[in-house]
């Protein structure tokens, strides 16, 4: 390859895509490094505190699509405090000094402002996608500078975010040149929009192909939406109330008769059940379903509706679904290859449905082509996790919660060891996987022994000793994030093997065992990893006693050393 | 294989204070095991069909995103279980009245509770609704205010549709009520 011009080697590498091939091209040879580096157009930042942006950009000056993540992930689950950190601002303050021609921005629990917003549609003039993925920090305001500013604007993808709505015009502010859209989603948005000013920006965007709108939207406008865009691939249904007898609900039913073009349905904040008929026609064409929701749909409705889509790949739904409902399921996908069975109850307050093993045996027999499973229930058994390990050996990500964290095998009570054991054996792809119930040490041996593929290890409340946080750090080689709630690891399993961290993302351990000391010996040791404590409670003192308990620890690796946005209940080691 | 009672000592609840009970309660043993073995015994008797209701609040357990737990409020089933304790509160005035009342259109099934409960209250006749005919020569006529901001007849939309559009009601009477769905 080295006699090739660089010219050549770089049309070579164009065609590579993948971040992780990307960095082992970059490993080669010095040449291929620059040649590499010059030709990288997306970056991905796994966690915006390993490095500094003045780094990255550095490093790839062509730099166009970037995609950061901030938080950990339990933060999702409100173990991180408010105001951890994961600002995004110095990421674009920097992007926009050094005239990045920024054209893409992902990001993913970041703390974003109005005014990063603001600075993103001021800066860069090529921009055309905005991917906001479970941040927060923003109000439509933001949006609304989003909208005037981008004039080549393609994608507004709001996911699950907590955005501050001021019910303006945000909508209105997309200027009557913008014509570009291919996909908005605002579906997170808990106010009203100018729906006028929806319908306007529909018909002037021919080639939008994905709209989800949010609660406010009304049939009505869904209807006149829908005449306009027949392009359309991927919609999320806001409100779906509406009268049987109106004029409205007879021509929708009419229109979605004759749409075998889309492929994709969400949505449904609120439904007449009375009207679900009229979507009907749908089904028999989906690819992508995501009913996780719309809690208006009973268990009965919605094993009517699955019935349908025979072509379905991927599903979300709520749990009150029931077993009965999976095996429906079971039945007619057969070529469903990602499930997702959320609680339609998570609080446990009332007499809700619920899914246990029986529905997920019942998938794995029905659906050989699952790889991706998300799946909370109300139990579980050894027997029905070796049935699923044997039915489905692809599973790429495998999460299992169930609701009670500490409850064993429903059938023999014993801990669930065998049952993941045997999941890990067969899955032999497996990339991710969270494990909940009675366990002890033992997974733990399984998943050190097999799991050798494994980079995404979530655990929560599971028992035994030291031993099996070792058995993982010790035994899976790609591990790259691990994050254990309430165990029982204490220093012993943190500093056995602390060079595995700089081998990983970071690792996250909260409620465990950890001590001051602890977490001070590993600070020590090494250097390039940032020992984050979190003192939520101010309960603990940073020149105190060595065997004080560390409540909530969060390591990584970096190369920007202690970072200098932290609060002041973060300590960096 | 672990022995069952090793992982008592190893949990050491007490060091790191992990309580799976209900805030306010004293565990002094670790009551993570033998909680869910009650538990399934518990389900078993009652042929598995409840799951427990007397759940610990963990925090971040569900661990679903908050945003979705916000968004999801558990839909009752309809059959037969008891209206949602937060009722739709809406304003009902009668013409000439001193007075507003205020009622909950959730705890009434339908129209017939709805009128016999606004006939009471304000001690009027209103009469039987009929498609053609409306409130049919009444002196009263019940009308309601929906989200459009339009004063509509109550009655003509099923009873869900009204009770998710009504904002207000307004007892009509006197000639204006008589002038309200006569036929044509």
């Given amino acids: ?573 | 294989m672990e022995s069952t009672g090793c992982y008592d000592k190893d949990l050491n609840l007490e060091a790191t204070e992990l309580r799976l009970g209900l805030p306010g309660t004293d565990q002094t043993e670790p009551t993570t095991n033998k909680r869910s073995i009650h538990q399934t015994k518990e389900e078993d008797q009652e042929g598995g069909s409840k799951v427990a209701s007397s759940k610990a609040q963990i925090v971040g357990w569900p661990p679903v995103r908050s945003f979705r737990k916000n968004s999801v409020q558990p839909k009752k089933n309809k059959a037969g279980t008891e209206a949602e304790a937060s009722g739709i509160y809406v304003k009902v005035s009668m013409d000439g009245a001193p007075y507003l009342r205020k009622i909950n259109l959730n705890s009434y099934n339908g129209y017939d509770q709805l009128l016999v409960a606004v006939q009471s209250m304000f001690r009027i006749t209103i009469g039987r609704h009929s498609e053609r005919e409306g409130y049919g020569g009444s002196e009263h006529a019940p009308t309601y205010e929906d989200k459009d901001g339009d004063w509509m007849l109550v009655g003509d939309v099923p009873w869900e549709m009204f009770t998710r559009t009504c904002k207000r009601l307004r007892i009509m009477k006197g000639s204006e009520a008589r002038g309200l769905g006569c036929g044509v």
Wanted: charged fraction near 20%.
């Fill in chain 1, 1 to 573: 390859m080295n006699y090739f011009p660089d010219e050549v080697i770089e049309h070579v590498f164009h065609f590579v895509n993948s971040n992780k091939d990307r960095n082992s091209i970059s490993l080669v040879c010095k040449l291929w490094y620059r040649i590499e580096r010059f030709s990288r157009s997306r970056v991905l930042v796994g966690n915006c505190y390993a490095i500094t942006p003045e780094r990255v950009i550095a490093r790839f000056p062509c730099l166009k699509s970037l995609f950061l993540k901030g938080k950990p992930h339990f933060a999702d689950f409100n173990l991180v405090p408010q105001d951890w950190g994961g600002y995004v601002y110095p990421w674009i303050k920097c992007l926009e000094k050094n005239r990045t021609n920024l054209e893409e921005l992902r990001l993913k629990r970041m703390i974003v402002t109005d005014d990063s917003l603001e600075l993103v549609a001021k800066s860069f003039s090529n921009f055309k996608s905005l991917v906001l993925v479970s941040c927060e920090g923003f109000t439509t305001d933001g949006l609304a500078a989003i909208a005037a500013n981008c004039r080549f604007l393609r994608e507004l993808d709001l996911q699950e975010n907590e955005i501050e709505d001021h019910r303006g015009q945000w909508l209105n502010c997309f200027s009557e040149s913008c014509t570009s859209l291919v996909a908005l989603n605002f579906a997170c948005l808990k106010g009203d929009i100018n729906l006028a000013a929806l319908e306007r920006l529909v018909a002037r965007s021919p080639n939008l192909k994905s709209l989800r709108l949010n609660r406010s939207v009304p049939v009505e406008t869904l209807h006149r939406i829908l005449v306009q865009a027949p392009q359309l691939v991927d919609i999320g249904v806001g409100s779906f109330v509406c009268d049987p007898e109106s004029e409205t609900f007879l021509k929708l039913t009419a229109l979605l008769q004759k749409r075998h073009s889309i492929r994709s349905l969400s949505g449904f904040f609120e439904m007449t059940l009375y009207c679900a008929p009229a979507i009907y026609p749908l089904f028999s064409n989906l690819i992508s379903l995501n009913l996780s929701y719309a809690p208006a749909f009973p268990g009965k409705e919605l094993i009517k509706i699955l019935q349908l889509c025979g072509k379905l790949q991927k599903l979300w739904v709520l749990d009150c679904i029931g077993d009965k409902g999976l095996e429906i399921v079971a039945y007619s996908c057969k070529e469903l290859q990602e499930l997702r069975v959320f609680p339609s109850d998570p609080d446990g307050d009332g007499n809700a449905t619920f899914v246990t093993e029986e529905g997920l045996v019942a998938i794995s027999s029905g659906c050989p082509k699952l790889n991706s499973l998300l799946y909370f229930c109300a139990q579980m058994t050894n027997a029905a996790l070796i049935t699923v390990a044997r039915n489905c050996p692809n599973f790429i990500r495998f999460r299992l919660c169930i609701l009670d964290p500490t409850k064993p095998d429903a059938a023999t009570l014993q801990p669930l060891d065998e049952g993941f054991g045997a999941i890990v054996q067969a899955c032999k792809g497996l990339r991710r996987l969270s494990i909940s119930g009675h366990l002890t040490d033992q997974v733990f041996q399984y998943i050190g022994m097999h799991a050798k593929n494994l980079e995404m290890l979530s655990v929560a409340f599971a028992g035994g000793s030291d031993k099996g946080m070792l058995h993982v750090l010790n035994g899976c080689e790609k591990l790259n994030k691990l994050e254990i709630r309430d165990c029982p690891y204490g220093d012993g399993a943190l500093l056995n093997n602390v060079r595995k961290y700089e081998t990983m993302r970071s690792l996250w351990m909260s409620s465990c065992n950890i001590s001051m000391g602890g977490c001070r010996m590993l600070a020590k040791s090494m250097p390039r990893l940032n020992v984050e404590v979190i003192n939520e409670n101010g309960d603990l003192n940073r020149d105190g006693d060595d065997d004080q308990l560390v409540d909530k620890l969060f390591v990584y690796r970096t190369l920007a050393g202690p970072r200098t946005d932290a609060p002041d209940f973060v300590w960096t080691l």
